[in-house]
């Protein structure tokens, strides 16, 4: 009678089975660093373009001239709600990619989010000095009608983001 | 004494790459133990445990290049069969077995031995509750407990299998020990 271990050799063998060649896991785990490393990046230019948003507008100008309450929500309407949304997004994109790489899953998600976020703060306030957000917020504002929308979203309750 | 008995995991691997037949000496090696890990995990019938194991070395060969030759073999098949097991659980819907055996006693004295539950309850209800409440806790703390008190891996081997860090693993035990603790409270109606 056959025993086990022949019976798998025999079913890899009708089956036709091959082990898969080790360029396809080397692509695979690439496109998970890859996915990681992008995901930073696109973090750290929202960061470049929330700071120049946020920077950038006329409230913070007033800011110690305006009543407490005033001041606060005007603070709440400068802060560029969009661009901390796509941080996170993209926050969660690197900590996905980089779980699924082969030793990804022997830190926490707290660390690796984390890491995640100082990576694309301190590369998006890299970018912020070159003027990099400045020029993709101008970019967007010229060539896309929905990031006007986006960015400007609670502009008729108060005074938001002068300069286009 | 067969020649692939003197020769490592990795060794075996990298022939088993070149000609199918070497992986039988791996699959040999490791279908005792891992056939009893899966029963542990709550799989009673002999024809699932069968078809669990095959789909976990054929999947394993078919992936042999993607295994990492700094960790040990074992370890990357115990996943393997893991996956396989809880993918098996998925499919049918079934909720865990756990196999009423000697065995069930052994996770709980290795538990004893760590908590402050006293041992003196009867042999026989305390075989009855362990079965059930084993069968009754969460499947990643359930796992964590096989793993670590019947299978007597290291919290490294444990992270590794399950894919989570360390960390993790340490909260599952605490949290399992705990969880089997409640669970056998009600089972027992002692104060355990």
């Known amino acids: 009678m056959e025993n086990f271990s022949e019976h798998i050799v025999k079913e890899i063998a009708e089956r036709g089975a091959t082990p898969k060649p080790r360029w396809h896991f080397l692509l695979k785990r690439s496109v998970f660093w890859t996915l990681a490393g992008l995901s930073i990046v696109i973090g750290g230019i929202a960061v470049s373009v929330a700071i120049y948003v946020f920077i950038d507008n006329d409230s913070l100008a007033t800011f110690q001239n305006s009543a407490p309450q005033e001041a606060l929500r005007n603070l709440a309407q400068s802060i560029p709600y969009i661009w901390l949304f796509v941080l996170g997004l993209f926050t969660v994109s690197t900590y996905l990619g980089f779980r699924r790489t082969r030793k990804g899953y022997r830190y926490a998600t707290v660390l690796v989010v984390v890491v995640a976020v100082v990576l694309s703060l301190v590369f998006g306030l890299t970018l912020d000095r070159l003027d990099f957000g400045q020029s993709v917020h101008k970019y967007l504002l010229s060539h896309t009608g929905v990031y006007d929308i986006l960015i400007h979203s609670s502009e008729d309750e108060g005074d938001f983001e002068g300069s286009h | ?192």
């Open chain 2, 1 to 192: 004494m067969p020649a692939s008995a003197s020769k490592t995991d990795q060794e075996l691997v990298q022939e088993s790459l070149a000609d199918r037949h070497a992986f039988a000496a791996l699959v040999a090696k490791y279908e005792a133990p891992l056939r009893r890990y899966v029963k542990r995990l709550g799989v009673n019938s002999p024809e699932d445990a069968d078809d669990i194991l095959q789909e976990a070395f054929i999947k394993a060969y078919v992936n042999l290049n993607d295994y990492d030759p700094s960790l040990p073999f074992g370890a990357w098949m115990y996943r393997i069969t893991h996956n396989e097991t809880i993918s098996h659980f998925r499919k049918q819907r079934v909720r865990p077995r756990v196999v009423e055996t000697e065995e069930d006693l052994v996770i709980f004295e290795n538990i004893v031995d760590t908590t402050d539950i006293p041992a003196e309850i009867d042999r026989g209800i305390l075989k009855a509750a362990v079965h059930k409440a084993l069968a009754g806790i969460a499947e990643q703390y359930r796992s964590v407990l096989v793993l670590r008190f019947l299978e007597e891996k290291s919290y490294d081997e444990i992270a590794e299998i399950l894919q989570i860090p360390t960390g993790t693993v340490a909260t599952y035990i605490s949290r399992g020990k705990r969880e089997l603790k409640d669970t056998l409270k009600k089972f027992t109606g002692a104060d355990v």
